[in-house]
């Protein structure tokens, strides 16, 4: 097993190249947040944002439109129900679908439809109600290449796993049948890349807040927009994400999500140098 460390980080982390411009950095698109859940896709953007994409653009229920402009006037928005979503995906380097989704009909639809528009090209990560839409509605695997980022009992839902049964070798041959990269995502993480399992160093308990696996699909996002390859940019954002909320809780009893977000650009810099 190989350990998640700053070091490697580092070595992913790179300072920006001179001739560059906002489409240097990734084309973001989140679709999530539906009319309960807009929080999700609001903390998805932002992490985006904040770790360093170029454009970050967010598909999701038309109730979260001010909302998400005075919080990150940074990102564009669309309808996630309009049939402008097919061509969003398309244009899209990066896209992220299911943070606060949902899993009713609507979320389905919506889901099929990305899952339809999207090339083998692109970097899809599928995190919370997504993954429990693939799991419940046996949907087949995206065309795409994928970072899956389950919790424990999304994991169970995707894998077949019990949370009991969940060892890492177990987990380790669960992921061996679902293509593309696994972010396990417990008070231990472990990412399953190929062959490999990967043990994140960093996080904590003050982490254990609702949003924080929100926040994580952002910057894996960022990451996959503008470092490569895609495997280590997923490995240095799980170690990211974790080590900012490690920060913030050294004079924070809770890292919140908005509070890691913050920070992230000036551990980044830090990081690069
Ligand atoms: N502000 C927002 O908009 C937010 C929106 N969010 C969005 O909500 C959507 C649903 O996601 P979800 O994770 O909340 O629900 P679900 O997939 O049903 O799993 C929860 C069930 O599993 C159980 N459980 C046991 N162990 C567990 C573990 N280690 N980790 C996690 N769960 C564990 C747990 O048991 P319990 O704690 O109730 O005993 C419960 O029965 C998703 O789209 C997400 O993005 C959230 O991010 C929050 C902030
Ligand atoms: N006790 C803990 N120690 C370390 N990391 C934690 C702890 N609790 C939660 N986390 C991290 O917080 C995130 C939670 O993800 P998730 O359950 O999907 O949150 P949400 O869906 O509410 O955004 C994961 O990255 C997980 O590793
Ligand atoms: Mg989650």
Redesign the pocket.
């Known amino acids: 097993m190989k350990q998640l460390t700053e070091q490697f980080a580092q070595s992913v982390v790179r300072p920006r190249a001179r001739d560059t411009y906002k489409g240097s950095f990734g084309k973001i698109l989140i679709v999530?947040g539906n009319a309960h859940?807009?929080?999700?896709a609001i903390?998805s953007a932002s992490a985006a944002v904040y770790a360093g994409a170029g454009l970050v653009s967010v598909a999701t229920d038309p109730v979260n439109r001010h909302a998400l402009h005075a919080r990150l006037p940074e990102a564009m928005i669309l309808d996630a129900t309009a049939p402008e979503l097919e061509t969003a995906v398309r244009q899209a380097t990066v896209i992220v679908v299911?943070?606060?989704?949902?899993t009713d009909g609507t979320a389905l639809t919506i889901l099929k439809t990305v899952f339809a528009a999207v090339n083998a090209k692109q970097v899809m990560i599928i995190?919370?109600?997504a993954i429990?839409l693939v799991a419940s509605h046996h949907l087949d695997y995206p065309q795409a290449q994928l970072v899956w980022t389950p919790?424990?009992?999304?994991w169970q839902r995707l894998s077949g796993l019990p949370?009991a049964a969940q060892t890492i070798e177990a987990s380790q041959k669960a992921a061996a049948k679902i293509p593309g990269i696994i972010v396990a995502k417990?008070s231990q993480t472990h990412v399953f890349v190929d062959e490999d399992v990967y043990e994140n160093t960093a996080g904590g308990p003050a982490m254990a807040t609702?949003?924080s696996?929100?926040t994580l699909t952002g910057i894996i996002a960022a990451f996959a927009g503008q470092f490569q390859p895609l495997d280590k940019a997923a490995l240095a954002a799980v170690f990211v994400h974790s080590r900012v909320a490690d920060i913030v809780a050294m004079n924070s009893y809770v890292a919140l999500p908005t509070m890691v977000i913050r920070e992230l650009p000036t551990y980044l810099k830090q990081l690069s140098e």
């Open positions: 999530g859940f807009g929080g999700a903390m299911g943070p606060g989704l949902g995190d919370g109600s429990t919790h424990q009992i999304e949370l417990s609702g949003g696996g929100d």
